[in-house]
């Protein structure tokens, strides 16, 4: 169990509040239309999983409803910050995307 930091209410808050959205700032294709299945697919259902820091949505079901941002450790669930979605993405291009 971990807690998260709304930066919607400003309140941390135990895990089981919140709803995990998956993984943050997957790019989608320019033209989708132009794509095969297997690469419709892959930007579906494919996601990275990997063992140490990694950006994620998250909504606060229980509070707000809101989603932000993430970057957590999957291996130790430490929290290196919550944002909302527009101040993430400027964290997350500022140290040059995934990381």
């Known amino acids: 169990m971990f807690v998260l930091f709304c930066p919607h209410c400003g ?20 033209k989708p239309e132009t794509l095969d299945d297997d690469a419709w697919g892959d930007y579906l259902f494919m996601r990275k999983n990997p063992k140490g820091w990694h950006w994620e949505m998250w909504s606060h079901n229980t509070g707000c409803r809101k989603f932000f941002v993430v970057k957590r450790n999957t291996a130790t669930n430490a929290i290196a910050g919550s944002w909302t979605l527009s101040d993430g993405r400027k964290a997350y291009d500022a140290e040059g995307g995934a990381t």
């Open 11 to 30: 309140e941390k808050r135990e895990e089981e509040e919140f709803g995990y959205g998956g993984e943050a700032f997957i790019p989608r294709p320019s």
